[in-house]
């Protein structure tokens, strides 16, 4: 199993897990998580781009590679990521650059394993 496919089972039965505890307010986040990224008067594309900036500030490395591999689903380029990550360096200052580091190694590994 590859590195995209073992996070992504990970996540799937975590939240499985969660979502199965029955806890409304658990629920309704989860919810409002997934809707808040449905497309709208603002596009999937753009809101994923939105929700790495976002997690790369907020130092969010489960987070940063989820959005990452939803950009790469829909067909963000290179020159856009790497603009993404330099709008989130800006906001969130040097602390980011870690992030930043794991962020452009796990974009480079999406983008080596796309056929797998």
């Known amino acids: 199993m590859n590195k995209v496919e073992e996070f992504n089972e990970y996540r799937a039965k975590m939240n499985d897990k969660i979502v199965g505890s029955n806890n409304k ?16 008067s603002v596009d999937k594309k753009t809101k994923e781009m939105i929700g790495l ?48 580091r794991r962020a452009v190694e796990f974009w480079e590994y999406l983008k080596e394993n796309e056929n797998d």
Not at 25 to 40: H, M, S
Not at 56 to 76: A, I, S, T
Not at 88 to 100: D, K, M, Q, S, Y
């Open 53 to 100: 900036s976002s997690s790369m500030v907020l130092r969010c490395d489960d987070c940063v590679r989820y959005h990452l591999g939803k950009c790469f689903e829909l067909g963000v380029t290179d020159e856009q990521v790497f603009e993404i990550f330099s709008i989130a360096n800006l906001i969130g200052g040097t602390i980011v650059i870690p992030h930043l």
């Open 25 to 40: 307010i658990l629920k309704r986040i989860f919810n409002l998580d997934t809707n808040a990224f449905a497309e709208g």
